[in-house]
């Protein structure tokens, strides 16, 4: 079955641009999605089939996929990004990766 | 807007069944497919179920096929998830899900919680 990759962790400073990886075999000839959940809270989706943003998404977040990896950057970073971060990916079934979660510094 | 509410979470013992229920609002529930997800506690997202709009096509996760069943009412605007012989691993919260095309699910009920356990 496809297995996605995240890092467990990631964190960066209030204001900095933080990147949070997914990797999966070729995952760049696949649509890769990326939700965002709070603590005690559903997941929201922060882009879609790669790089899109859905309405009310600020333009800091943004995505690309490449090769075998998958990138979620969130820029100019501020405390309430701080969550946790899945990618996911169609492949015969839905894939989610394990999760990052950000801590926002 | 849209709304997706999810019922029927319980505590229920090892082996036992529970019927999991998602209310749909704000769409044309009958065109879009939708998803089961779940949540162990503490854990990240497992996705457990599809069924597209017409309810031809279905999917299940290996964890699950077998033992749980997804079926919708689009006169009811409702989905639902039927699960029998449950197990300990099977706790957490479950989530229906949206799906807006290309496996992409773009809102989410809050969630409801189901506990196996003797």
């Known amino acids: 079955s496809y297995e996605l990759t995240q890092p467990l962790s990631v964190s960066v400073a209030l204001g900095q641009t933080a990147r949070i990886t997914c990797g999966g075999n070729?995952?760049?000839?696949?649509?890769v999605h990326w939700y965002q959940q709070k603590p005690g809270q559903a997941p929201v989706s922060v882009i879609y089939?790669?790089?899109n943003r859905p309405s009310g998404i600020p333009d800091r977040f943004s995505g690309s996929n490449s090769g075998n990896t998958a990138t979620l950057t969130i820029s100019r970073a501020q405390a309430g990004d701080e969550a946790d971060y899945y990618c996911?990916?169609?492949?015969?079934?839905?894939?989610f990766g394990g999760g990052t979660k950000l801590t926002v510094l | 807007e849209v709304q997706l509410v999810e019922s029927g979470g319980d505590l229920v013992q090892p082996g036992g069944s529970l019927r999991l229920s998602c209310a749909a609002s704000?769409?044309?529930?009958?065109?879009?497919?939708m998803n089961w997800v779940r949540q162990a506690p503490g854990k990240g997202l497992e996705w457990i179920s599809y069924?597209?709009?017409?309810?031809?096509?279905?999917y299940y996760a290996d964890s699950v096929r077998g033992r749980f069943t997804i079926s919708r009412d689009n006169g009811e605007n409702s989905l639902y998830l039927q699960m029998n012989s449950l197990r300990a691993e099977d706790t957490g919260v479950y989530y229906c899900?949206?799906?807006?095309?290309?496996?992409?699910?773009?809102?989410w009920g809050q969630g409801t919680l189901v506990t196996v356990s003797s």
């Open positions: 704000g769409f044309t529930f009958g065109s879009y497919s």
């Open positions: 996911q990916v169609w492949d015969g079934n839905t894939v």
């Open positions: 070729n995952i760049g000839s696949r649509n």
């Open positions: 899900a949206r799906d807006k095309g290309s496996w992409y699910c773009d809102y």
């Open positions: 089939r790669d790089s």
């Open positions: 069924i597209s709009s017409s309810g031809n096509s279905i």
